[in-house]
């Protein structure tokens, strides 16, 4: 709908259909299906206050406008009812909406669905952070109107909406009408099959008092359980003398309205400035609707003393600063930088700055979830504001610290005698979730959130925020983990974790959960540290934290042996980390191809249980801990589980796809992390889920900006700096993308020929440059090259792969099997045969054959190998020196005059006759290929052999490969890795070289 490829593209007019970055638009008449995703699209919002994005003379049922304080509180019926079970849910409900303004022709009623659109555009124009739209319209009398209207919702003013809108005759001669109404008839979304959409609520918001006259028109309103008062008043300001007050209705039930009327010509126009302001109190709050009514007055008095375009200028203002943090740039692709600008807009305007709220999944655009708040909110949004808008980040921790109380009332319905458990999903702080094993079993927010503080503190030196909350919070949070956990006599005497869920909730109720354990460790080490920290530079603070928690010195000890004895096993068959301690005793879920169920995620479709008895991740699950905390783990490492868990993960959760991104990222595969943030960038966008109409998810567009800043950037914190290993997508010129790092602003932009860093202003700040220390001044730009180039020490010998790197042999295979899929009726293309790059012949093939219509027996398959090779082996007869690749002869030559050994490790199964035609035989001590190894790169098993061969250890072997797998196969052997090629594909080389002709052995010896 609002795809750079699709028909209707997200383009502005104006710029002869190019994709302009900074304005999303509709240019399209919407259909009735499409509207409700392009309300949630189009919403507007300033963490308080969110407006979906419906016309305002439509009456659209699914139209809504949220305040994050206004919720009502529901009992959940049991038929059976536990010690501990969740007792009400919250439910964010909609507030009256005031974008409503419909028009009269004389007496006829203006229906836009009845007459004929001649032309459209909706925009959201990011930069200015305003709502814009014009509409030709000829009704079904002939009569021709433009209709323009523009929308904001101040970012500086939480609890006001500002409307400009104007009628133009284009040949309609009588008078016109303009009725203005504040809604207030919406009620919350009802329960349906879908549960994470709509609600059963008992309650909700009933009119108290209304007024309307020719000045003000107010509602005010009250829940019945949560027992807040709510107030909503407009005001209007006339912009042509001719459009006057007509009259004031007040529909019991339903809202206010006021009337303006004028005699319209043709040529001639009438516009108004709408003002809608809300006051709404806490739960149980003693303001009296006179005050709330008074705090509305006094908002649109001082609404009405400015004007609409004083407030669209004040909101481009703060739009402006936080694009200048945010200093987002994509060269070559103005698609990808716009859904980018897209989804950084909505995190800035949907997340709160009070302290009053966090951010919820669907932020303030729609009633998916019930406007609750998860984990999701610390492990993906919060890390982006952390970077970005920092003040925005302490404020969704304020409202941790504000509601810890709630948490330790939680902890004690858990049976916890100490200690804080926040609630698995909450507005008010009280737990929400009726299902306890999807829902409080899900113990590992907690360490979202002490991740989330860690972050904060870091990226901003704020202990402050410690003192003040913070740390109270990291201790209460953590010494639960001794509550939950034990040591475990059977497993060494480590410490367990048993009966959690961990991010994966299709996977329920298990001991020992990777990512729980893991992000429980790094949580009672952050806390013991913090606790050493603040003893030492803020004691009396921390004594007085201490004693009103009752934390002595000997629980801090506790902590650390804890950690110290966390259960963290690798599986000895597989070399992974079990996801859990049964999950990988369980069979596979065969599940359905993409596209098969049309978005119907498996708990759709699946009873629980079904789903629990097998291996089938909903989202990433052991992957994620490597993307929290994960930099201690080696590359090696992350890459076998990725291999695995991308096998078993259905992606039926939108948080996974920037997960694997990153992940992908970190171990070299820089085509499935292009695919996989592709996904995340645009789930909404291109309504990837099939349920953007619910409202956006608010932690895949955060996992956008984290894809391309700790993905493609590789930027991490480490040891309290910031940490970079930038790649470039092959699919990008190059990109930038700006951060806060401890008061000071850092510019990373990133190209083909290097990377730049540039500190914009204050104090010399030093950070990390793949792992090597560089310190930037202020603006004074520091280029460096896109891998680290740090010498290999004690290097005894160089292991060259065959096929791109001293002879391209690799379009001789690419033309083989091109033939063979052609024979055999498979697509081959260039994905397909950069995949096949440096595997064996028999792993090639299997490649080729997933997309096969049919199954190949055995013997059939080594009939296509052997006619492959024969296709193969026909071709190079006729080689000679003259097909060395430039410079490799030189290469290898200079290995040996610096008195190293040299080996061949080919996938290649016809490597010696090649070595002999290219005349360089004699030049290689060792030769191994696929005729000597069982298992095909990226598996290390080649280049073990060829150090083996060579007499030496890995750690003294350094690997020169072309292609991705063979990069992963030379890590997993525990070498140095040089990659000969685009660093597109080669992102997790150790040095990159753009051929072998640069190949420097000096360079990298000592």
């Not at 391309?708 to 699919?731: E, H, I, Y």
Request: hydrophobic residues 40%.
């Amino acid at each position: 709908m609002l795809s750079h490829d699709a028909p209707n593209a997200a383009t502005d007019p104006a710029s002869n259909g190019s994709v302009d970055p900074w304005r999303l638009v509709l240019a399209h008449r919407p259909t009735a299906g499409e509207q409700p995703t392009l309300e949630s699209l189009f919403a507007l919002a300033n963490g308080m206050l969110g407006v979906r994005g419906g016309l305002e003379e439509h009456g659209s049922p699914t139209q809504g406008t949220f305040l994050s304080g206004v919720w009502e509180r529901t009992p959940i019926e049991y038929h059976e009812r536990f010690p501990g079970f969740a007792r009400t849910s919250d439910t964010r409900i909609p507030a009256p909406d005031g974008t409503r303004i419909r028009l009269r022709l004389g007496d006829m009623l203006v229906d836009l669905d009845d007459g004929e659109w001649l032309a459209f555009e909706q925009a959201l124009d990011l930069r200015a952070g305003c709502l814009q739209r014009t509409l030709h319209w000829r009704s079904p009398t002939g009569v021709t109107l433009q209709i323009d209207a523009e929308r904001i919702v101040p970012l500086h003013t939480p609890n006001l909406l500002c409307i400009r809108y104007r009628v133009t005759s284009i040949d309609y001669s009588g008078p016109i009408t303009l009725e203005s109404a504040l809604i207030a008839s919406n009620t919350a979304a009802a329960q349906g099959d879908d549960p994470r959409m709509g609600a059963r609520v008992a309650g909700g918001l009933s009119i108290t008092t209304s007024d309307a006259d020719h000045v003000l028109a107010s509602i005010c309103q009250r829940t019945l359980n949560s027992h807040i008062r709510l107030a909503s008043g407009q005001r209007h300001r006339m912009l042509q003398p001719g459009l006057q007050f007509a009259r004031a209705i007040i529909e019991d039930g339903e809202g206010v309205q006021q009337h303006y009327r004028a005699e319209l010509q043709p040529g001639s126009s009438v516009a108004l400035e709408k003002y809608v302001a809300y006051a709404w109190t806490r739960p149980e709050g003693g303001e009296t609707e006179a005050s709330l009514l008074n705090e509305v007055a006094t908002t649109l008095e001082q609404a009405l003393e400015q004007d609409f375009e004083s407030q669209r200028t004040a909101q481009a203002k703060a739009c402006a600063a936080f694009w200048h943090e945010a200093e987002l740039q994509i060269d070559g692709d103005p698609a990808a930088e716009q859904a980018l600008r897209f989804n950084l807009f909505h995190l800035l305007q949907c997340t709160g700055r009070d302290g009053s709220g966090s951010a919820a999944a669907k932020g303030l655009t729609g009633e998916g979830y019930e406007g609750h708040y998860f984990w999701d909110a610390e492990a993906f949004i919060l890390p982006v504001l952390a970077l970005t808008s920092p003040a925005q980040a302490r404020s969704m921790l304020v409202y941790r610290v504000n509601t810890l109380d709630r948490a330790r009332n939680h902890a004690r319905e858990m049976n916890h005698s100490a200690g804080a458990l926040y609630a698995w999903r909450t507005i008010s702080g009280d737990e929400c979730s009726a299902y306890f094993p999807s829902g409080s079993a899900q113990y590992h927010i907690n360490a979202a959130i002490a991740f989330a503080i860690r972050l904060y503190v870091e990226a901003t030196g704020d202990l402050d925020f410690l003192v003040a909350g913070g740390a109270e919070v990291l201790f209460e949070t953590a010494r639960l983990w001794l509550q939950v956990g034990n040591y475990n006599p059977r497993k060494g005497n480590a410490f367990c974790i048993c009966q959690v869920t961990g991010p994966d909730e299709y996977t329920a109720l298990v001991d020992n959960n990777y990512y729980t354990n893991h992000m429980a460790q790094q949580h009672l080490r952050y806390a013991a540290e913090i606790a050493a920290k603040l003893a030492d530079q803020r004691p009396h603070d921390y004594q007085r934290i201490a004693t009103a928690i009752d934390l002595p010195s000997r629980e801090i000890e506790a902590w650390k042996a804890a950690a110290a004895a966390m259960y963290l096993p690798v599986d000895a068959q597989l070399n992974i980390f079990p996801q859990d301690d049964d999950f990988l005793n369980k069979p596979r879920l065969p599940f359905a191809q993409d596209g098969e169920h049309e978005h119907r995620p498996l708990l759709l479709q699946m009873h629980p249980l079904t789903i629990y008895r097998h291996q089938v991740c909903k989202q990433a699950d052991v992957l994620q801990a490597f993307v929290l905390a994960g930099h201690a783990i080696d590359t090696a490492a992350k890459r076998r589980n990725f291999d695995y868990y991308e096998g078993v993960t259905v992606h039926d959760s939108t948080l996974s796809a920037s997960t694997f991104s990153i992940v992908a990222s970190e171990v070299g595969y820089a085509d499935k992390a292009y695919r996989y943030f592709l996904d995340t960038l645009r789930v909404d966008l291109d309504n990837l889920h099939g349920n953007t109409s619910h409202g956006l998810h608010m932690a895949a567009m955060a996992g956008s900006w984290l894809a391309v800043a700790w993905g493609f950037g590789g930027m991490r914190p480490q040891a309290g700096r910031a940490a970079f290993a930038p790649m470039l997508p092959a699919a990008w010129q190059g990109y930038r993308f700006g951060l806060r790092w401890q008061g000071r602003h850092i510019s990373v932009a990133v190209a083909a020929n290097g990377v730049t860093y540039t500190l914009a202003q204050g104090q010399p700040l030093e950070i990390l440059h793949y792992g090597q220390p560089l310190s930037l001044r202020a603006d004074t730009p520091v280029h460096m090259p896109l891998t680290a180039s740090s010498p290999v020490h004690n290097l005894r010998g160089v292991i060259f792969d065959l096929d791109g790197v001293i002879a391209d042999t690799a379009v001789v295979h690419h033309a083989a099997w091109k033939k063979l899929a052609g024979e055999i009726g498979i697509p081959f293309d260039d994905s397909v045969g950069e995949r096949l790059k440096g595997v064996d012949r028999r792993a090639s093939l299997d490649i080729l054959l997933e997309q096969a219509a049919r199954t190949y027996s055995e013997t059939e398959k080594e009939a296509l190998a052997s006619r492959k090779n024969d296709y193969y082996r026909q071709q190079i007869e006729g080689f000679g020196p003259q097909h060395l690749l430039p410079g490799a002869r030189t290469a290898i030559e200079s290995v040996r005059r610096a008195g190293l050994k040299t080996a061949l490790a080919s996938a290649s199964r016809n490597a010696p006759l090649l070595l002999e035609k290219l005349g360089i035989a004699d030049l290689f001590d060792y030769v191994v290929d696929a005729n000597h190894i069982r298992h095909a790169k990226p598996d290390p098993e080649i280049f073990l052999a060829a150090a083996r061969g060579l007499g030496l250890a890995p750690s003294e072997c350094l690997g020169v490969e072309d292609a991705a797998a063979g990069i992963a196969s030379i890590h997993s052997a525990g070498m140095k890795a040089v990659g000969i090629g685009q660093p597109q594909a080669l992102a997790g080389a150790d040095l990159l070289l753009p051929d072998v002709a640069a190949f420097d052995i000096s360079r990298l010896t000592t």
